[in-house]
């Protein structure tokens, strides 16, 4: 059992609180007993904010272009512009 989970036997889940995050267990990892979930496709970020997860990035507008971008990286500019990234795939 993962370290602070409670289980619920009515229904058989595993309920793991961790640092204020819940999940349920199929999202348990073994290593750190909670595996954080993934922000969604369409998410987006502006330039200069933290990116929020890993992936392919496209701007949104145009001109547009994609770019790989790593989390917790600054999201950049696209031709000297502030500009809107849309979350189009994960790494």
Not at 12 to 34: E, K, M, N
């Amino acid at each position: 059992m993962v370290r602070g989970a409670i289980t619920d036997r009515s229904t058989d889940h595993i309920r793991a609180y961790y640092l204020g995050c819940y999940s349920f267990g199929p999202f348990l990892q073994p290593a750190t007993g909670v595996k954080k979930m993934k922000k969604p496709i369409g998410t987006t970020a502006r330039t200069g904010e933290t990116c929020p997860e890993s992936g392919v990035w496209k701007v949104v507008g145009t001109p547009t272009t994609t770019a790989p971008i790593a989390k917790s990286n600054r999201m950049p500019p696209y031709s000297g512009k502030a500009v809107t990234w849309q979350l189009t795939s994960y790494a």
